[in-house]
């Protein structure tokens, strides 16, 4: 009888019953590396923390930040003439080009905004615009791969995953880590892989389109052929058959498995009514808007809101904010996006939530402040990765403050730089991890979020 149950390994009870978990995936939890018991528990910060939570709104595909966050009147005086020799090394340069766009102050801050984002600029003295990021590279998928995992090469941690393994998460129903985007964006599942940590950290991609039913928006949650009770017997079985095996030779990536499969099953619980926006009301959905990115943030804040540690909406699929015929395109993209952000940050403020949730809004890098002269090109800007803008809100982070500069055309950070690692490094700080300690040992050697950088920005900090 013993042989029998033997031949009957438990990878291939996994092989066999995940009729009810298709959520997750299983083939890549099977090749997880540590043992899952207890993971996604809430775990004690290095120390005290101003924030519990992350929203991340990415706008992939890189705003200008001079048509958007960064106002730059030089360059608008010198419309139409030959950028500075010191611009030349970057390919594809034209003339000048000012920005389209009126810029007015707002709120008791006064930080100019552009007329794109009108909403967003109401909320403005809650944010804080950081108008000296910088990064390394200016390819979407470097940029991407640097701001999603703060590395340069594919196969590394996203942030969601770094900060669910540093603290776990507040509802054990659901992934402590949730991704909305309604397709795959350039780089497609490295932006939020787990890597090399246990695969119970991995992001949980839910393609957020335009269908509202939940049960068809996150398909296989719920088993069509077995009911709770059957899900629950297979389930006792594979821990049953984990332990038998346990006896002769330990599997931690099977048992990072079973510990996944089971938060699948408790998903079925409540997954569905939180993905359920139908629930909200009329006006609070038209407040939000309507489209994918909309109906992503409306979700995001009732992740939130049920304890989910961190949410990343992508804009959409591929690049849509990288205008590099025509910088006009913007003006469609921020009507899509200005009034849901606005949304959320009403609602985190409203409901107390901004104070211990750190909001970032943005995207990879910048744009130039010049024409691009490509083809047939004359109207864009090309890629710009020497200065961006990017907000941040909640979370303790310093309100209605403009933080850092970029040159007088917007080309390049000059004035308090901020890189990619530094801003990593500050976030964690805020969630009351040290980014130093953060670490993980991977094949002999010990990796973080912020690679071998960062430093904490203490001027960010309220």
Partial sequence: ??????????????????????????????????????????????????????????????????????PKPQLTKHDGELAPEAYKAAAGLGPLMGTPFQF??????????????????????????????????????LGLMRLSTGHLVPGHPGMGSWITYGLGTENQNLPGFVVLCPGVPVMGAQLWTNAYLPGIYQGTHVRNMDELDPAKLIQYVRSARHSTGEQRHQLDLLASLNRLQMQTDAEPQLEASIQSMEMAFRMQTEALDVFDIRRESEATR????????????????????????????YFGNRNPWDSHSDIFDHRKLAQLSDQPIAALLEDLKSTGLLDDTIVIVGGEFGRTPTKEISGTLEYGRNHNNLGFTLLVAGGGFKRGLAYGATDDLGFAAVEKPVHVNDLHATILHQLGLDHTRLTFRYSGRDFRLTDVGGNVIKDLIA
């Avoid at 590396?33 to 101003?50: I, Q, V």
């Avoid at 615009?129 to 390394?136: G, L, Y």
């Fill in 104 to 141: 007015r102050k707002y709120g008791q801050s006064g930080i100019e905004v552009s007329e794109l984002f009108p909403n967003v600029a109401k909320h403005i003295d809650d944010c804080c615009v950081i108008r000296s990021m910088h990064t390394d590279n200016p390819g979407h998928e």
């Fill in 286 to 313: 038209e407040r939000y808007g309507h489209g994918h990115f909309a109906h992503g943030c409306l979700m995001a804040r009732r992740l939130l809101q049920s304890g989910v540690r961190m949410v990343q909406i």
């Fill in 1 to 70: 009888m013993m042989d029998r149950v033997r031949q009957f390994t438990r990878r291939d009870a996994l092989r066999h019953m995940g009729s009810g978990f298709g959520m997750l995936s299983l083939a890549h939890l099977v090749g997880d590396k540590a043992s899952a018991a207890g993971m996604l528990a809430p775990k004690a910060p290095h120390f005290p923390a101003r924030a519990k939570r992350v929203v991340f709104l990415f706008l992939n595909g890189a705003p200008s930040h001079v048509d958007t966050f960064d």
